[in-house]
């Protein structure tokens, strides 16, 4: 295997002995593991590990990623297990191997740009770690270099997979030649006419221009000299499918692509760029419109440069691309970078090891900078993504809101399908209905043509349909099936007060009854049933009356405690949304449940609807969870000011749950849902906002309309 000998060769120019004695052993026992199979080309199958992994070693990727490229088929195509690689080459590999099996056994379906949209989000949402996704792309980049000896039609879906999904996820990461060349093979397998046609007008403009070049790179190489700027120009052609997707955008024909050929001055330091600009425009006049600034502004992926177009010597358009030579690596290398040129910087050691820390870092590089509308775009596709994606069993991809359980997953599918289900499988196991999706997972509900809905789902299910339909179908049931349901409801509130059923007899009933003015017992569990009574608090109560130590007339709406994980049976009103600390009162709410609410909360004095009963209700001492509050800060419009108040509010320990804003001509409303755990946590959040020279007002919100 000559291959093999030039990529240990490659390997030994940047790792230590040890681990390319380690990538040696992996790609021994890949290549026994391959023994016998061989490519559609007729090859080895070896010669495909070991070419992904040749593809990576120009980025420098560490010996795990080069050891997980050459093992990155044999969990899914030979009889090897992910628990023997974890054996032999240790658990880091065999995770990131593990994580490109999983991306293998998903088959992307449709060509909906929607689905395609999905996917993406969902590939780079599943791999926590970004080696899977390089080594992903190398990989559909070798399929590419050797697509011929696919069908026709097989060769065109994968073609148009690799332009939907894994070209834009390299130019995500700023990938430059891999997406360049992703781009090329795609373009040329799903559109051979268009590519040769565009090749051949892109061969001639290039041929006649070939003079003109010359002379103004001898123009601008004497212009610089002059000026004593020290500065490396390079000639650069952009390639097919960049054009291409220029004129598609732009809906302009060929003659009217003005940056086919241009050049890239890289000097050392980022103010001579300007200079360097101020000197070609004297040289040349610019194109009016033409001019953009990345390094104030970087693009998405960290890409800093200024762009420009000149009017050169008859006529001829030069686009010019002027950067620091640091800026110039990560253009070249994107995330990559972090491998290729091993920064000073320890925050980036650290950053090879998982995407997450990326992305903050890509946070970081964007809150210099970038306009707050681009940064909420990025900070909420990247950061907090608020949406799982999940495949049906017949690989269609669903996305759902975060925390969305196998019960939500149902409803969604189809109404029927939530009412009936009775079980679910999850990546093909049985996992129980209150499970929370992750991204990525297969699931497949499990009907029964008599199931009801449970009115346990309640306590877990996020989406408002589930919901919905849930207690919709619960008021239709009937009222026998609503008696036992309810019975069964309050013995399991007895039993989590530590309450024997049987403790609870005739007496403590008829007090109950007559304290609440209901006529039989059987109303009152059919109520639980029906959600309109909480068996909590009726536990409590029956408890309560029962008990010979306290007063003979407890009041029936004594103070309940809360602490807040009481699920469903308690709710925090979405208008006010109280935290531990507020002075609260509880609302129950026919068919709702407790609400509960600040006692200052607006709603309260408006609306509050005969049938509501008020409660008295107290923080528990002892509170150990995240509630969430929403607060509103009046910005002047600046950049990064966004990128100011979260990274603010992430110092003083809290979640941005959701974020969204009003803008006018000076000033910038923000609207943030956090995660606190009380008025402390809240003040100590609000404080460190103020510290932001830009913050105008910050108040809490309640009583929006917006519930
Ligand atoms: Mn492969």
């Known amino acids: 295997m000559p291959d093999a000998k030039t990529l240990l060769q490659e390997v030994s120019t940047y790792l230590p002995p040890r681990d390319v004695k380690n990538i040696q052993r992996a790609l021994e026992f890949s290549a026994a593991a391959h023994e016998g199979q061989l490519r559609k080309s007729g090859e080895a199958y070896i010669s495909h590990p070991i070419a992904v992994a040749r593809i990576l070693t120009p980025l420098h990727l560490d010996a795990q990623a080069i050891m997980a490229a050459l093992l990155h088929d044999v969990v899914e195509d030979t009889s090897v297990s992910t628990e023997e690689v974890a054996e032999k080459f240790g658990k880091p590999v065999a995770i990131l191997v593990d994580g490109l099996s999983k991306l293998a056994r998903m088959e992307f379906q449709t060509t909906e740009d929607a689905q395609a949209e999905n996917f993406r989000k969902m590939l780079l949402a599943m791999a926590r770690d970004v080696r899977v996704v390089l080594i992903k792309l190398a990989d559909r980049l ?74 103004i790179q001898e123009a601008i190489q004497k212009c610089l000299d002059e000026h004593k700027i020290a500065a490396k120009i390079q000639g ?100 990559a970078s972090h491998w290729l ?51 049906t069993p017949t690989g269609k991809i669903l996305a759902l809101p975060r925390g969305s359980t196998a019960v939500d997953f149902a409803y969604s599918v189809h109404t029927d399908i939530g009412n009936r289900c009775v079980a679910v499988k999850i990546n093909f196991e049985l996992a129980p209905l209150r499970t929370e999706l992750i991204n990525g997972d297969r699931v497949e509900i499990i009907t029964a043509p008599h199931a009801h809905p449970n009115p346990a789902w309640l306590s877990y299910v996020v989406t408002s349909k589930a919901r919905n339909t849930i207690r919709h179908s619960l008021k239709t049931l009937h ?51 029906l959600g309109r009574r909480l068996n909590m608090v009726v536990a409590r109560q029956l408890a309560r009356l029962g008990d010979p130590g306290s007063p003979e007339h407890v009041p029936l709406h004594g103070v309940v405690t809360i602490i807040g994980t009481e699920g469903l049976a308690v709710q925090f009103a979405k208008c006010c949304r109280p935290i531990p600390g507020d002075p609260i009162i509880g609302i129950i709410k026919k068919g709702h449940g407790l609400i509960v609410h600040t006692h200052d909360c607006p709603t309260l004095s408006r609306g509050r609807s005969g049938t509501d009963e008020w409660l008295d209700v107290a923080w528990d001492k002892h509170i150990n969870k995240a509630f969430e509050v929403s607060i509103k800060l009046i910005v002047i419009n600046q950049r990064g000011v966004l990128a100011k108040a979260a990274a603010a509010i992430a110092e003083a320990e809290s979640n941005i749950e959701n ?37 105008v007002r910050i108040t809490r919100s309640k009583g929006t309309p917006t519930q």
């Open 479 to 529: 009222l026998e099936e609503s008696v036992m349901l309810g019975e069964r409801l309050l013995n399991q509130a007895f039993a989590s007060l530590g309450i024997k059923p049987q403790d609870i007899d005739a007496t403590h009933w008829e007090k109950f009854l007559k304290d609440s003015g209901v006529k039989s017992r059987t109303e009152v569990l059919a109520d639980i049933a």
């Open 659 to 695: 974020v969204h804003f009003t803008k006018d001509v000076d000033y910038t409303t923000l609207h943030f849902t956090l995660q606190v755990s009380s008025r402390q946590h809240l003040a100590n959040v609000m404080r460190n906002l103020r510290k932001i020279p830009e913050v």
């Open 341 to 391: 040129y091993k920064s000073q910087d320890s925050s980036f050691n650290e950053l090879h090891k998982q995407t997450h820390q990326w992305l903050q870092s890509l946070l970081e590089s964007l809150s210099q900078s970038t306009d707050s509308v681009e940064f909420l775009e990025h900070l909420k596709v990247d950061l907090f993504p608020d949406e799982v994606y999940v495949f």
């Open 236 to 335: 650069r052609e952009k390639h097919l499918y960049g054009i291409y997707l220029k004129m598609q955008a732009k809906s302009m024909p060929f003659s009217e692509v003005q940056d086919i050929y241009g050049f890239r001055v890289l000097v050392d330091e980022a103010p001579t760029c300007y200079l360097v600009l101020g000197l070609l425009h004297g040289l040349y006049k610019p194109i009016p419109g033409k001019f953009k600034d990345y390094i104030a502004i970087p693009k998405a992926n960290g890409y800093q440069s200024l762009h420009t177009i000149l009017f050169g010597p008859f006529g001829v358009p030069v686009e010019v691309q002027i950067r620091t030579h640091e800026m110039h690596k990560v253009a070249e290398a994107g995330v």
């Open 142 to 215: 070798h399929n590419m270099r050797t697509l011929e000896s696919m069908s026709r039609e097989k060769s065109e879906r994968i073609a148009r997979e690799t332009l939907d999904i894994y070209a834009p996820i390299a130019n995500r990461l700023g990938l430059h030649d891999i997406y360049q060349e992703l781009g090329d093979l795609g373009f040329k397998n799903l559109y051979p006419n268009r590519y040769s046609v565009l090749h051949k007008a892109l061969k001639a403009a290039r041929g006649n221009r070939r003079e003109v070049i010359g002379t």
